[in-house]
């Protein structure tokens, strides 16, 4: 099976600016989530989704940080505007369900740095 | 609300020998953990998880990690390291019972660097 995807790779842009990021799960999958992870720390999780509704989105810095998950597949990311600190690599991960036997998928992620 | 420590933010070892990744987590609930390798620029492979019974925890590529309840700790082990288990290290909980056992609390990561 095809795995999470993610895009882009990586994104350069100035502070203040706005930039977006996309993820699409894998098929099948009705849990979507979010992570953060800054260089030298572990990922922290943003938000996460069952089909196209928010379940936990207690993390998200919500005055510049939004997400969306149009019909419950894709997901878009949002920062506006970006701040130097939220320079990390943000991880998009899905899972099948929410039981245990539901392993979580990641993808390989998008490297933002702000300068 | 939980959180998880990695002891050791570098290990450096050589090849064949062997290896252990500290793990210390704080919870006031029950908890499944989890140990996740990332290798550069990938996303994080799970590697093992506890969940209940035995435990002593089998996962891939030769790795095993034992749950001390009485400790709260979760190290990773293996008998002997390859050049290709250069990566780093995660540790993670999620809690039981939770929304969402894919809601991990993940620790800072372990960087294991293995010499030839």
């Known amino acids: 099976e095809a795995g999470v995807a993610q895009s882009p790779r990586y994104k350069i842009i100035e502070k203040r600016q706005s930039v977006a990021f996309w993820c699409n799960p894998i098929?099948?999958?009705?849990?979507l989530y979010w992570y953060q992870q800054i260089l030298g720390q572990g990922p922290k999780l943003l938000i996460q989704f069952q089909n196209n509704g928010v379940v936990d989105d207690s993390q998200l810095p919500k005055d510049r940080f939004s997400a969306e998950r149009l019909k419950g597949v894709d997901s878009t990311l949002k920062i506006q505007p970006a701040k130097l600190e939220d320079s990390a690599v943000y991880l998009c991960?899905?899972?099948?369900?929410?039981?245990?036997?539901?392993?979580?998928?990641f993808g390989n992620g998008t490297r933002l740095t702000v300068t | 609300a939980q959180s998880v420590t990695q002891l050791d933010s570098q290990v450096p070892v050589f090849e064949e020998a062997p290896v252990e990744l500290r793990c210390n987590y704080s919870s006031s609930v029950s908890v499944y953990l989890f140990w996740y390798v990332q290798y550069p620029n990938q996303g994080l492979q799970l590697l093992l998880k506890?969940?209940?019974?035995?435990?002593l925890v089998k996962g891939i590529n030769g790795f095993e990690a034992e749950f001390n309840k009485s400790q709260t700790s979760f190290h990773l082990r293996k008998p002997s390291v390859h050049i290709s288990d250069t990566a780093e290290y995660f540790c993670?909980?999620?809690?039981?019972?939770?929304?969402?056992?894919?809601?991990?609390?993940f620790g800072q990561g372990t960087i294991l660097t293995v010499h030839p």
């Open positions: 098929s099948g999958h009705a849990t």
């Open positions: 993670a909980v999620s809690e039981v019972g939770g929304t969402s056992y894919g809601k991990l609390t």
């Open positions: 991960a899905s899972t099948l369900g929410q039981g245990l036997n539901s392993p979580l998928h």
């Open positions: 506890y969940l209940s019974g035995s435990t």
